[in-house]
Nanobody
Framework: QVQLVESGGGLVKPGGSLKLSCAAS????????IAWFRQAPGKEREGVLC????????????NYSDSVKGRFTISSDNAKNTAYLQMNSLKPEDTAVYSC????WGLGDWTRAGAYDYWGQGTQVTVSS
């Protein structure tokens, strides 16, 4: 059964950190680009970070939204078939449901949510004092 399962969300104070995990089963992450998306209430889904093969994320092995530059990093552990999103210096505007998604080989436009093959169920991240 093909599945992506996120974990690690929760409540954190501004300036704090969280690490989200995205565990894949039923397929091998090595051949996929993995992206984290987020969606806040009343807002459109936003691509946050992407990691993939050499050019799987819009021509790069990694790519990111300007809104998280310098604060968020994405990584993957192929031995564990798991991708991670490390979030530092969190702000209240980072509050959203975070979802991971996978697409075979990669995309020319990694932010195109409709093109992904698999999605996780999402995990809530709330940044509040």
């Amino acid at each position: 059964q093909v599945q992506l399962v996120e974990s690690g969300g929760g409540l954190v104070k501004p300036g704090g950190s969280l690490k989200l995990s995205c565990a894949a089963s039923g397929f091998i992450l090595d051949y996929y680009a993995i992206a984290w998306f987020r969606q806040a209430p009343g807002k459109e889904r936003e691509g946050v970070l992407c990691i993939g093969l050499s050019d799987g994320c819009s021509g790069s092995s990694t790519n990111y939204s300007d809104s998280v530059k310098g604060r968020f990093t994405i990584s993957s552990d192929n031995a564990k078939n798991t991708a991670y999103l490390q979030m530092n210096s969190l702000k209240p505007e980072d509050t959203a449901v975070y979802s991971c998604a996978a697409v075979y080989w990669g995309l020319g436009d990694w932010t195109r949510a409709g093109a992904y093959d698999y999605w996780g169920q999402g995990t809530q991240v709330t940044v509040s004092s």
